[in-house]
C-alpha cells in the first residue's frame, strides 16, 4: 500500500501503549477486487482482558488532569489527523470500497468530533441548586463515568469510532475499542496518531479480533468496565445490550434503520432529487442513515422517478481510487446477494425495475445503483433495511396517511422530508416518529448535533452537548450546614 507516511500502516493490537501481535492473523481485503491488503493481529477475549485492565490502572491519572490538559492532547490527536487525511482515506478506501472524495470527507468529519469534544470538556459544569432547607447546600459535580469499552461497524471505519471515543477521552474516561474485523487498518491508524499525540498509555485501546463474541463478553461484562458504547445492527445492539444488563452497565446503541424519504407535491424536485440520490448512493447505500422507503405525492410521482433515473444512471461505477468514481462495491459478496434477493422479492411481488437491478461485472461486490417503482409497504425491500444502492419509490396522495405509512416501523433513526411548504415541513417533522429528520436536504449529520435514534434504532445520542453529556455522572452532593 503506497502511502506517504508508511507509519500509519499498524498492524498489531495497541494495549496498554504497546503494539501486540495476536496468537494468528486476520486478512484485510480490497471489496472492490478482493486484492489481499494486509494481515493484522489477531486479538482475544485475553487480549480484551488486558485492554480493560490497562483502561482501568489509567483511568485514576487521566480523570485527574484538567480539562485543559485533555483538550490540549485531543487537539493534537485531531491536527495529526487532519494533517494525514490523503493518506487516511486512501487506507479507508482501499479496505471499505467507498470513493476516495467520500473517504476524505470521512477523515475530516470524524475529525470534527475530536476537535468540538476537545472545546466542550471545558464546559461540564455542575449546579448550585436553590435548597430545599436552610441548614443544607446542595450542588451537582459531573465526573467521567470510568472505563468505555467500543464496538464498532466497517461502513465508517474511522468516524464511528472517533464519535465514541473523543467525548470519553475528553470526559475523562479511558477507552478500549473493538473495530470491525472488516476495516482494521482505518481504526489502528487512528490509534498510531493518537498515541504520537500523547494520549498516555492505557487511556486508549485497540482489539481487532475474530472472535467477536468472545471479545464482546468482555466489553459488556467485565466488571470495571463502567460503559458500553455500540454501533451496528439492532440484532447485535440486542444481543449486546442483554449481556450489559448483568452488571446495570450505562450503554448507547446506535442501531439499524429504515429511513422514510417524503416528496410533497410541493417539493423542489431538483433538491428532492439530489438529496435523494445523496442519502441513497452515498457510501453505495451503505449507511444507517441511507433512505429506505421514497414516497411521493402521486402528482408529482413520474416527474420524480424520471429525474431520479437521470440522476442516478450519471454515477459512475468503479474502484473508489479512481477518478470520479461515485458508486463501488458493496462490502462482500453476500451483501451484494442479500442486495439482488430483496430486488427478486420486489420483482416477484409485483415492482418494476426502471433502472440496474442486477450485480456488475466489475467485480463480485459490485451491484448496479436500481431504481425500483410500483414498491408496496409489504415487501421486504420496504420493512427491511436495504443497505445497498438500491432505491425503492412508493406513491402517496394523502400527508396523514404517508406520516401513518413512514411511522409503521420498528426503526426510528432517520427521516427526510421534501416540501417548499413551511407549515406542511414543521408539520411533517414533528409528526414523524424518529430521532433525527432532515428537510429538504439529505446530508445533516455533523459534529455539534444529536445523532441518534428511537425505538429499535437505539438509545442516546453521539455528538453534540448531548454526546457529551453520555459520558459523564452526575453526582448530587448534599451538605448540612
Ligand atoms: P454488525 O454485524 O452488528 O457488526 C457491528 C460490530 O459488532 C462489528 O464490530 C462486529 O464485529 C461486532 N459484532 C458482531 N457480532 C457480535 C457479537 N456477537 N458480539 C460482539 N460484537 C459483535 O453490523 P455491521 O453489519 O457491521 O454494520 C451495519 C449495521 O450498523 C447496520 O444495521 C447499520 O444501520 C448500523 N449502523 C448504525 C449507525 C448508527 O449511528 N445508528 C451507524 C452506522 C451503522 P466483527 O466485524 O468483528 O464481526
Keep these: 500500500m503506497q502511502l506517504a507516511n508508511s507509519d500509519l500502516l499498524k498492524l498489531q493490537n495497541y ?18 477486487n478482493g486484492e489481499l491488503l494486509a494481515r493484522v493481529a489477531d486479538g482475544s477475549a485475553a487480549d480484551a482482558e488486558a485492554a480493560v485492565a490497562a483502561a482501568s490502572a489509567a483511568f485514576p491519572a487521566w480523570k485527574r488532569k484538567t480539562a485543559g490538559e485533555r483538550a490540549a492532547v485531543l487537539k493534537r490527536w485531531h491536527q495529526l489527523i487532519m494533517d494525514n487525511a490523503d493518506d487516511l482515506a486512501r487506507i479507508l478506501t482501499l479496505e471499505q470500497g467507498k470513493p476516495l472524495a467520500e473517504a476524505k470527507g470521512e477523515i475530516i468529519y470524524g475529525a470534527s468530533f475530536i476537535e468540538w469534544f476537545a472545546e466542550e470538556c471545558r464546559r461540564a459544569y455542575g449546579q448550585t441548586i436553590p435548597t430545599h432547607n436552610p441548614a443544607m447546600r446542595l450542588n451537582t459535580i459531573r465526573q467521567p463515568v470510568g472505563v468505555v469499552t467500543c464496538i464498532t461497524p466497517w461502513n465508517f471505519p474511522n468516524a464511528m469510532i472517533t464519535r465514541k471515543a473523543a467525548p470519553a477521552l475528553a470526559a475523562g474516561c479511558t477507552v478500549v475499542i473493538k473495530p470491525p474485523v472488516e476495516t482494521p487498518l482505518s ?24 472472535d467477536a463474541p468472545g471479545i464482546g463478553r468482555v466489553l459488556t461484562e467485565d466488571a470495571r468496565v463502567a460503559k458500553f458504547t455500540f454501533t451496528g445492527s439492532t440484532a ?31 417539493a423542489d424536485l431538483d433538491t428532492a432529487v439530489s438529496a435523494c440520490v445523496a442519502t441513497k448512493m452515498r457510501n453505495a447505500g451503505q449507511t444507517c442513515v441511507s433512505t429506505n422507503r421514497i414516497y411521493v405525492h402521486e402528482a408529482v410521482h413520474d416527474q420524480f422517478v424520471e429525474k431520479l433515473r437521470a440522476a442516478v444512471a450519471e454515477l459512475k461505477i468503479g474502484h473508489g481510487c479512481d477518478e470520479g468514481v461515485a458508486v463501488g462495491p458493496l462490502i462482500h459478496r453476500r451483501a451484494a446477494e442479500r442486495v439482488n434477493d430483496l430486488v427478486q422479492d420486489a420483482i416477484a411481488s409485483g415492482a418494476k425495475v426502471e433502472l440496474g437491478g442486477d450485480f456488475l461485472s466489475h467485480g463480485e461486490n459490485y451491484f448496479a445503483p ?4 410500483g414498491v408496496t409497504d409489504e415487501m421486504r425491500i420496504a420493512r427491511e433495511e436495504i443497505f445497498g444502492p438500491l432505491a425503492p419509490v412508493q406513491k402517496f396522495t394523502d400527508e396523514d396517511d404517508v406520516i401513518r405509512r413512514a411511522n409503521a416501523t ?35 449529520s455533523t459534529a455539534v448535533a444529536p445523532f441518534g435514534g428511537c425505538k429499535e434504532s437505539g438509545i442516546g445520542r453521539e455528538g453534540g452537548v448531548e454526546g457529551m453529556a453520555e459520558f459523564y455522572e452526575t453526582k448530587y452532593c448534599c451538605f448540612g450546614a
Design 410 to 444: 420498528p426503526y426510528g433513526l432517520a427521516a427526510y422530508v421534501m416540501s417548499e411548504n413551511i407549515r406542511r415541513a414543521n408539520r411533517v417533522v414533528e409528526a414523524l416518529d424518529y430521532g433525527m429528520v432532515a428537510c429538504n436536504t439529505g446530508v445533516f
Design 187 to 210: 481504526a489502528l491508524a487512528l490509534c498510531q496518531l493518537a498515541e504520537q499525540a500523547g494520549l498516555p498509555k492505557g487511556t486508549i485501546n485497540m482489539v481487532v479480533g475474530s
Design 236 to 266: 447485535v445492539g440486542k444481543l449486546l445490550m442483554a449481556q450489559c444488563a448483568s452488571g446495570v452497565k450505562k450503554m448507547s446503541m446506535e442501531l439499524g434503520g429504515n429511513a422514510p424519504f417524503i416528496v410533497f407535491d410541493d
Design 15 to 32: 494495549i496498554d501503549g504497546e503494539w501486540r501481535d495476536g496468537a494468528s492473523t486476520i486478512e484485510v481485503r480490497d471489496p472492490a
Design 370 to 373: 436500481t431504481l425500483i417503482t
